[in-house]
């Protein structure tokens, strides 16, 4: 098969190993990281990148999460579209959705960290679990509400919109094993700096290729991936299997 990989550059690097090991001829596309920050833009670019495919691809590869809900809604072009059955790229990090729920589960109060978004950002930031605010984001938030609402109800504004640093207490690396090993360790020194700095525990993961290299090689297990026809669209099904297909609607 000829596929088409869209994917977050925080998986640039797990992406890339998996297409150059593929028995396919795999094509990649990256988008910017922190389009999950705005669902409704993340889809938008997403659905216009799918709309523009056809031959001589077999498929479109999605290596995303649900990511906030911004790849729900999105419709099959003129291929398939195949999408893991994740949450968010933590479970692709991880490379199992048991695995997933059983950190989340022991340990809530985790913020995640992987090399290709600590050595993708210029403002210092690291990268968050679902419901994360970038430090660059929270820095352009506080400049508009002070523009809109003046310093002392800015101030008051990003107190309750800096809350979530309060629910985290661990900071956990993953690992991919895909890089040299100055280059992850250098991240991992990042991680355990930014982890001192904010008073948390640290704890370092093994990552698993499994989930990208499945989806990336064409074995697209139903119990791990959807696959979507044309005429079909990603719908959130709130159970254990997170996503469905639905039929896309005349008036959509």
């Given amino acids: 098969m000829r596929l088409l990989a869209l994917t977050c550059e925080v998986l640039a690097r797990s992406v890339y190993l998996c297409a150059a090991r593929s028995p396919h001829v795999v094509d990649v596309r990256l988008n910017r990281r922190g389009l999950h920050d705005d669902p409704p833009n993340l889809r938008s670019i997403l659905q216009a990148e799918i709309d523009e495919i056809g031959a001589p691809y077999d498929a479109v590869v999605l290596a995303y999460g649900l990511c906030g809900g911004a790849t729900a809604g999105l419709r099959a072009g003129a291929i398939r579209l195949v999408v893991p059955r994740a949450h968010d790229c933590i479970t692709l990090f991880l490379g199992d959705r048991a695995r997933y729920q059983a950190e989340f589960t022991a340990n809530p109060g985790t913020y995640w960290y992987v090399q290709d978004y600590l050595e993708r950002t210029d403002d210092g930031s690291a990268f968050g679990g679902v419901g994360a605010v970038s430090d ?7 400049a508009e509400y002070v ?17 979530w640093r309060s629910h985290y207490n661990r900071a956990a690396f993953v690992e991919m094993g895909v890089a040299a090993p100055e280059a ?3 991240a ?20 698993e290729l499994l989930l990208v290299r499945r989806l990336i090689d064409g074995a697209w297990d139903p119990a791990d991936f959807l696959v979507l026809q044309t005429g079909e669209r990603l719908a959130m099904s709130y159970d ?8 896309v609607s005349p008036a959509t």
């Fill in 136 to 142: 660059a984001s929270a820095r352009a938030t506080h």
């Fill in 147 to 163: 523009a809109k609402y003046g310093e002392d109800n800015a101030a008051y504004l990003m107190e309750a919109l800096g809350g």
């Fill in 184 to 186: 992850a360790a250098a």
């Fill in 188 to 207: 991992e020194a990042r991680a355990r700096d930014d982890a001192d700095r904010r008073g948390w525990q640290f704890a370092k993961l093994a990552g």
């Fill in 240 to 247: 254990d299997g997170v996503i469905r297909a639905e039929p």
